[in-house]
């Protein structure tokens, strides 16, 4: 046990020291009162851990490791110190802009710029989680979007980047580092001013409590001196007590001077067995080159000489390896257990600076039996590992409970730093805890030792759990004692954050039950990315020192364990979205990271926005080689890590659209407001971007959208829709504006060096006819082209998906184009075009016909006929039709189609 006396802080509290220690208190009084109510337990996502565990690590009322019952009274506040701003800066009262026909004071285009932020910043590194979005980045979206004072809404918000951005944004150097001016407290791109200096507030929500722990140290100030001497004191006791078990003799002096070294870490390696003659052999012996750095991938067996791997390929020849077992008692379950066996092969130590490297001798194995047979004096979590394929992927190996993931001096240690950070000062406490936090992994045996022709790399795989055949047992003092003064460099940049500058709440966004309606200004989410990282499996570590636990059940994941498949994550995610969209003012913006290769899950959560009520108005995805933003051309080109923006209709023009769905009229009120909201000019390299959302297809489909989502009847043909938009409203560039729009992108044609032009992905008929229409059409920079001429393109172009019976390129021409006397093919005329929509509407609808006979999956099938059966049964009401086709389709064809889902979502709902 430690025995030695405490540096304490001043025993005389400072005033302040005193009133903030009264207020803590008394809301953590009150905290303690909400946990005693069943029904705040029974909020969505309520964690799992013990009142003690939950007011140990809450700091009220800005922090709770729960669901944050002073959410609504601290919105209040806030909202009453943005009036003081906006006041003060001379900002126009926003308070009734709803559009319900007052002035419109508040309008944002999406954010369409190029976006290059890397990740090798002080800040962004404080902390090894799972996945961050560089706060640099986050920072352009919200300068753009807010202005100071204004709330930011973060729903999965991870280590709390989004809160650190908003506070940032009130630091004119930071600013500044973004290649901003600024200039008596106006932001500006060179000579526009596009901002105003001043901290935006931050309401950070999480599911899993290790994260929000995360997120409220990044945004809370905290005494850097204070810190620094508290860190090193506690990083000294563990060392004074626990020092011993960390040393060795250094073998290369003269008896009897003998010197002792410390060690910095240990490599230990798998035993394996060969299967031919029964054999130990030790993984480092056999298949490591230490010359080359490199790890072989077969190896000969040092007896029978028959060649061995891990994983054989088929074509090697070589057998595969079993593991050596060992049965060693387990004191912290009291029985003994059956376990891979690893032993030690490398020390790492230091004498004086100088490093050194050796094999551990008869002392070294000594002094590990020594300590294994010792017990740990102090508390350290047991906890079975939870249900899941990659909690669970060790049990194999015999590693089932948390504390199998140390060994056990490494597991003596932590828990003897733990033990001294509890009796901390509770600010304190959470950065020290933050600190030390991040040698729970460090230290535990998913840290692999992965050796190179040039150094020793210490590595854990990413994203996993996974445990090597070399790990590497690294001391505390070699993880922590430099990362001290870094992190207190750290702080150095976040102690002019306000205390009250981010209120962070551990509960699941699918119910913010707490959250004032229509009272955030903006919105900025990194969503889970459908089955790509098991955050609450990752997080058990952290969590089980933390003492509560992620509660998985609202979870927004793809993960069979959970029996959680594409559908149940997109139902989370709508629930999410509906939440946001309630919790959003009107008429202002939601920017939505995401990063994933499947075009289901992307489709799924375009999905999800959209029945949620937002209108999505730019797409752009993130080249990271170039690290520009490039246009999104259709739905299933998501390779790279898209950017969504989304805004929530004003309250004026939805309560117009209520009393006008249905016509013609509302759907052209629909038009322009959507045209209101979009990009006008995008530019790139002095080149103007096609802003895609303002072709006439996209805007046909926006339309058609809307209207489904809010069960109103379509009431445009799409010939109409297109013939009615050229009457309306300004085209330019295959592209339509509103009147007192098109001047400024007129302007912007003159100065720009070319017009870009897009690309469009042909995969079935309707992105064909898309490619064709902006191939042959004179408004988009195509022009007439014979079959001879537009065939051989059109087959470069084709990437046809494997279920799509596609028309050949003479029939999708004949349906949908016109030939000029030279046997060209055109665009048509829209007075002509909506004889054309009649005769393909027909042979469509009648080949869709057939697919309502029968009950068995449809193999083949023509997708455009599909959609075209879907939107006349849904003119009809005939609910059932819809799910009758629908269920014959492949779940996987219906999942990547966001037309055919969303007709087949919102048929469901109103099938009796």
Known sequence: MMTHQRELLPDQPTPGQAARAAELAEYLERLHEHLQDPDFRAIEGFPIGDDEAILALSDPPYYTACPNPFLPEIIERWQAERAQIREELGLPDDSRDNGNGGPIVYHREPFASDVSEGKNNPIYNAHSYHTKVPHKAIMRYILHYTNPGDIVFDGFCGTGMTGVAAQLCGDRKAVEELGYRVDDGVVYDGSEPISRLGARKAVLVDLCPAATFIAYNYNTPVDVAAFEREARRILREVEEECGWMYETWHPHCDHPQRVKGRINYTVWSDVFVCPQCGAEMIFWDVAVDKEAGKVRRTWECPDCRVLLAKSPRKDSGAQRVERAWETVYDRALGRTVRRAKQVPVILNYSVGKKRHEKSPDTEDLALIQKIEESDILYWFPTDRMPEGDESRRNDGMGITHVHHFYTWRNLWVLAAAFHLLRDTPSRLRSWLQFTFEQAIMGMSKWARYVPTHYSQVNQGLSGTLYIGSQVVETSLSYIIARKIGRLAKVLQHLKRFSRNGALVSTQSATHLSRTVSSSMDYIFVDPPFGGNLMYSELNFLWEAWLRIFTNNGPEAIVNKVQRKGLPEYQRLMEQCFREFYRALKPGRWMTVEFHNSQNRVW?????????????????????????????????????????????????????????????????????????????????????????????????????????????????????????????????????????????????????????????????????????????????????????????????????????????????????????????????????????????????????????????RRLRKFRTEAVRAGFADAWRRHDYATIVKVAERLPERVLQEDPDLLMYYDNATLRVE
Do not use: C
Not at 619 to 644: C, H, M, N, P
């Open 603 to 855: 489709n799924t959560i375009q999905e999800a926005i959209l029945r949620a009520g937002f209108m999505i108005a730019d797409v752009r995805t993130l080249d990271k080689q170039q690290g520009t933003f490039k246009q999104v051309t259709t739905s299933s080109a998501v390779k790279q890590d898209l950017i969504i923006s989304a805004y929530k209709p004003r309250t004026g023009f939805e309560r117009r659209f209520l009393e006008q769905a249905g016509t013609a009229d509302g759907a052209w009120d629909f038009v322009r407001q959507h045209l209101a909201q979009l990009p006008v000019v995008v530019k790139l390299d002095g080149a103007l971007e096609v802003v895609a959302e303002r072709q006439a297809y996209l805007l046909f489909d926006s339309m058609v959208a809307f209207h489904i989502q809010r069960g109103a009847t379509v009431p445009l043909s799409a010939a109409e829709f297109y013939a009615g938009l050229r009457e309306r409203f300004v085209e330019r560039d295959g592209m339509f504006f509103l009147p007192d729009q098109a001047p400024e992108y007129d302007r912007a044609r003159l100065q720009a060096t070319e017009v870009a032009q897009l690309t469009l992905f042909v995969s079935d008929e309707k992105s064909s006819i898309q490619w064709l229409r902006q191939q042959l059409g004179s408004s988009t920079g195509g022009y007439p082209q014979t079959y001879q001429a537009i065939q051989p393109q059109f087959l470069r172009q084709l990437h046809q998906a494997r279920h799509e019976v596609l028309p050949e390129l003479s029939e999708i021409l004949e349906q949908n184009f016109l030939q000029d006397e030279a046997g060209r093919w055109y665009v048509p005329d829209p007075n002509r075009a909506s004889d054309l929509e009649m005769l393909r509407q027909r042979a469509l609808l009648r080949e869709f016909a057939e697919y309502t006979e029968g009950r």
